[in-house]
């Protein structure tokens, strides 16, 4: 075989540590209104991620000195419990955690029609049970998914993937080990129809052209993911009309 050929397929067998290709994602599934208790709700696993988000209201909004009179307050939680990493993490809030809750609420705000609730707030809370990388946009995946099942009205959904550069190569949906070794890690979320970015962070370095690599993979992702989110509300919404109220209440 000459000596190009055989540069090129190594370049294209390159195996990441879990096995996968340069531009696959991890196994995922999305399912909605999952929470018995909550007006919305939705989890999501990708690969050793496993995420619950659950959304109340639109609500009145407290304390009343709070309230904004043209649009409603949209709070965001994420958390991650003690037992979601493979060290006992504390289950006091961590400076991250406190970022992360607003880079999430950034991200959200750009597509909750917040005008239509004028005083009032809707809550997100992010669980992570299992963490394994990535964990920001697969929350906002999952948390756009529970808003739609709560029937928030939104401009768009909102759907969020990674890209990033691990030992020179260019990878879609950065795993942990490759967070952790890695040379770079670029999460986005974006508004697939509406073609617009909602998040964009990057840590680490790349090159002008391993970023645009970097972020066609990462859309290319998220447009893998946008096509779940659709299924899971899609699933939820079958289901409802083949059952009675009193089925659904149990089947929840
Ligand atoms: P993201 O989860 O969005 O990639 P980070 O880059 O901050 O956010 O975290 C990368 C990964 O590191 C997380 O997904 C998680 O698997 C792991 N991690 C984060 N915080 C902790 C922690 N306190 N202890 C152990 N692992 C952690």
């Known amino acids: 075989m000459p000596k190009k050929e055989k540069k090129n397929e190594k370049v294209d067998e390159f ?3 879990d096995g996968r290709k340069y531009d696959e994602l991890r196994p ?29 209201g639109p609500k009145e909004h407290f304390p009343k000195f709070e309230i904004s009179q ?7 939680r994420y958390h991650m419990n003690p037992y979601s990493t493979s060290e006992r993490k504390s289950p006091k809030p961590s400076r991250r955690e406190i970022e992360l809750s607003k880079v999430i609420r950034n991200a959200l705000t750009q597509s909750v ?3 239509d609730f004028p005083e009032m ?11 394994e990388g990535s964990t920001r946009v697969a929350s906002i995946t999952a948390a756009s998914v529970a808003l739609a099942d709560a029937g928030i009205p939104m401009r768009d ?14 990878i879609l949906d950065v795993g942990e080990i490759e967070d952790k070794e890695g040379e770079a890690d670029l999460p986005i979320a974006i508004m697939p129809n509406l073609r617009k970015v ?24 998220a447009m893998q993911l946008y096509e779940e989110q659709l299924n899971a509300l899609k699933n939820i919404l079958e289901s409802m009309s083949t059952l009675g109220e ?5 089947k929840k």
């Open 198 to 221: 909602v998040l964009l962070q990057m840590d680490g370095k790349m090159t002008h052209e391993e970023f645009k690599k970097a972020f066609d993979l990462a859309l290319k992702g």
């Open 113 to 115: 029609i917040l005008d």
């Open 28 to 56: 995922y599934k999305i399912r909605a209104h999952i929470l018995k208790n909550a007006d919305g709700s939705a989890e999501i696993r990708l690969g050793g991620n496993w995420i619950i988000a659950a959304v109340y």
């Open 157 to 170: 959904m909102v759907v969020g993937c990674s890209a990033g550069k691990y030992n020179g190569h260019i």
């Open 246 to 250: 009193g089925e659904i209440n149990e």
């Open 121 to 131: 707030s809707i809550d997100v809370f992010i669980e992570v049970a299992q963490a």
């Open 15 to 17: 195996i990441r540590p």
């Open 70 to 76: 043209d649009r409603a307050i949209l709070n965001c």
